[in-house]
């Protein structure tokens, strides 16, 4: 059984930052990739960021340049630093793990951002 587990989410002003956290444990092994996602209320799911084994990152273009995704892979653990955050995005982030063909996701954290 593979648990992530996510911290890190809070609530921010304009043009603060935060960073978000998830562990995988459990019998996982091999991760191809991890990453986070978020979902605002009435939106669909949609990437934010996620960084391959290999150290390959991918942003969403809403993020670009204000967001940076890193991991420890002897820890299976994915970080996700945003600075700048806009009430856009404000959202219910989960973390995401690919191994060996299964998705695997974090049970969310909030984020919002708001004065």
């Known amino acids: 059984q593979v648990q992530l587990v996510e911290s890190g989410g809070g609530l921010v002003q304009p043009g603060g930052s935060l960073r978000l956290s998830c562990a995988a444990a459990g019998s996982i092994f091999s991760i191809n990739a991890m990453g986070w996602y978020r979902q605002a209320p009435g939106k669909q799911r949609e990437l934010v960021a996620t960084i391959t084994s290999g150290g390959r990152a991918t942003f969403a273009d809403s993020v670009k340049g204000r967001v940076t995704i890193s991991r420890n892979s002897a820890k299976n653990t994915v970080y996700l630093q945003m600075n700048r955050l806009e009430p856009e995005d404000t959202a219910v982030y989960y973390c995401?793990?690919?191994?060996?063909?299964?998705?695997?996701w974090g049970q969310g954290t909030q984020v919002t951002v708001s004065s």
């Open positions: 995401n793990v690919v191994s060996r063909g299964h998705d695997y």
